[in-house]
T-cell receptor, first 113, second 117 residues
Framework: DQQVKQNSPSLSVQEGRISILNCDYTNSMFDYFLWYKKYPAEGPTFLISISSIKDKNEDGRFTVFLNKSAKHLSLHIVPSQPGDSAVYFCAAVYGGATNKLIFGTGTLLAVQP | GAVVSQHPSWVICKSGTSVKIECRSLDFQATTMFWYRQFPKQSLMLMATSNEGSKATYEQGVEKDKFLINHASLTLSTLTVTSAHPEDSSFYIC?????????????FGPGTRLTVT
């Protein structure tokens, strides 16, 4: 049962354009969401997060949007750069004492120069 | 800040032997550490959660007697794969979280590639 889904396994965009990565979730109890970037054979690197009480959070070129009614979040990268090419995972926090992360399946972003 | 290291970065072992993987938080104290496993082209699957000084909590389907986790200090957790078999070959990643409560962010180690022959 995949509670966090990224339906696009890959995405290709031109350098300088906007990259939009999407994520859907099924559990309405998730109360915090995070985006991670991952290169092959490396651990994920935290990018940006958003609380469920907000609908937008921005940090430099990265903006995350949350639509709770649709159980959907997206990550916008503007402008996209070749160095952004990586696998992007969204993750949702399942509350309680451990606050464990439930990861999506990942989207491979390729930014073409 | 918030650097997590793993050792070794890759290991090859023979079937039936045990392998220990270390995860260290280098510049912060990790009250909670997590162990994940990633198969090729798949998501990170949480294996277990460990808090310093207490027993690890394993996710459903993860054999606790096969994947031994020890969180001996606030900066070190170890994962031992006992009696490894080829199906245990995978990429193992640890993460650490500083503090409790609303601190949701986890900092990940670089991962360990285990190959069992």
């Amino acid at each position: 049962d995949q509670q966090v889904k990224q339906n696009s396994p890959s995405l290709s965009v031109q350098e300088g354009r906007i990259s939009i990565l999407n994520c859907d979730y099924t559990n309405s109890m998730f109360d915090y969401f995070l985006w991670y970037k991952k290169y092959p054979a490396e651990g994920p690197t935290f990018l940006i997060s958003i609380s469920s009480i907000k609908d937008k959070n921005e940090d430099g070129r990265f903006t995350v949007f949350l639509n709770k009614s649709a159980k959907h979040l997206s990550l916008h990268i503007v402008p996209s750069q070749p160095g952004d090419s990586a696998v992007y995972f969204c993750a949702a926090v399942y509350g309680g004492a451990t606050n464990k992360l439930i990861f999506g399946t990942g989207t491979l972003l390729a930014v073409q120069p | 800040g918030a650097v997590v290291s793993q050792h070794p970065s890759w290991v090859i072992c023979k079937s039936g032997t045990s392998v220990k993987i270390e995860c260290r938080s280098l510049d912060f104290q990790a009250t909670t550490m997590f162990w994940y496993r990633q198969f090729p082209k798949q998501s990170l699957m949480l294996m277990a959660t460990s808090n310093e000084g207490s027993k690890a909590t394993y996710e459903q389907g993860v054999e606790k007697d096969k994947f031994l986790i020890n969180h001996a200090s606030l900066t070190l957790s170890t994962l031992t794969v006992t009696s490894a078999h080829p199906e245990d070959s995978s990429f193992y990643i640890c993460s650490a979280r500083a503090g409790q409560g609303l601190t949701y962010e986890q900092y990940f180690g670089p991962g360990t590639r285990l190959t069992v022959t």
